[in-house]
């Protein structure tokens, strides 16, 4: 059986893990970084934990004999992407992503692009008051000189330690979020401004279109560059790849 590293975390990866094993011809690997401590139940093997950068992970895919990686990541995972692409070019590994296709937005939507969540922050002086910020853990601080802001946080699991923000909220909550429940999110909450990153998925379509319903600005933090290599948006797409490939 070809063994199969997916590079995973997000609702792709869960679903490719699953198809891949109903074949009965591939032996699957999802290796998640550990950032969550209760991920849910996959099939196949899974590992927890980063690998250490480029130079070990090109280590394991030689000693574990790996036959392809499907960099299936959040399309923010600019740096486990990075590693990805250098460790299968060292081991000789075949590798493609499977990334989400990003959001469209109508031409008359109240909303604008922010290149950083530094850049996202700098537009929200005069521009809101309460804002619902659904960008995850990691670069909050960039919002922790926003004193006269009061954020909405949503989380996937209780932080063990305080936000870096002067006054906000959180709430704890797993995708995927219905549209019914972000507009009530918007409304029970006063929200006049959404910060997001523009990752796709069905996610994000249901707080955009809240907020273009609501007609609030909506902040859009600009998805990474990806590392050079093969792409598909289609989990079907990725399975033709791997069968060519394989």
């Known amino acids: 059986m070809a063994r199969v590293l997916i590079l995973g975390g997000t609702a792709e990866a869960r679903e490719l893990a699953g198809r891949l094993a109903e074949t009965g011809s591939f032996d699957t690997i999802t290796s998640l970084a550990g950032r969550t401590r209760s991920a849910l139940e996959l099939p196949g093997t899974v590992r927890s934990g980063g690998f250490g950068g480029p130079g070990p992970m090109a280590d394991y895919l030689r000693e574990e004999r790996i036959d392809a990686v499907v960099d299936a990541t ?14 299968c070019a060292a081991a000789g590994t075949p590798r493609i992503a499977l990334v989400r296709a990003q959001w469209l937005f109508p031409k008359d939507g109240n909303w604008q ?49 305080p936000l870096p923000l002067a006054d906000y909220q959180v709430l704890f909550r797993r995708p995927p979020y219905s549209l019914d429940e972000e507009r009530a999110i918007m409304k029970d909450h006063a929200i006049d401004c959404l910060v997001a990153k523009n990752s796709g998925g069905p996610a994000t379509e249901a707080k955009i279109t809240a907020a273009l319903e609501a007609d609030i600005p909506i902040v859009l933090v600009q998805r990474p560059d990806p590392p050079p290599g093969e792409r598909v948006e289609r989990i079907d797409d990725c399975m033709a790849w791997l069968k060519g490939e394989l």
């Open 113 to 161: 692009e922010a290149t950083s969540l530094v850049a996202a922050a700098d537009l929200l002086p005069g521009l809101t008051s309460r804002v619902f910020l659904t960008v995850g853990r990691q670069g909050l601080d960039c919002f922790s000189g926003l004193d006269d802001i009061w954020f909405l946080v949503r989380l996937i699991e209780v932080m063990e330690t």
């Open 74 to 87: 959040h399309p923010f995972a600019e740096m486990i992407s990075a590693h990805a692409a250098e460790a």
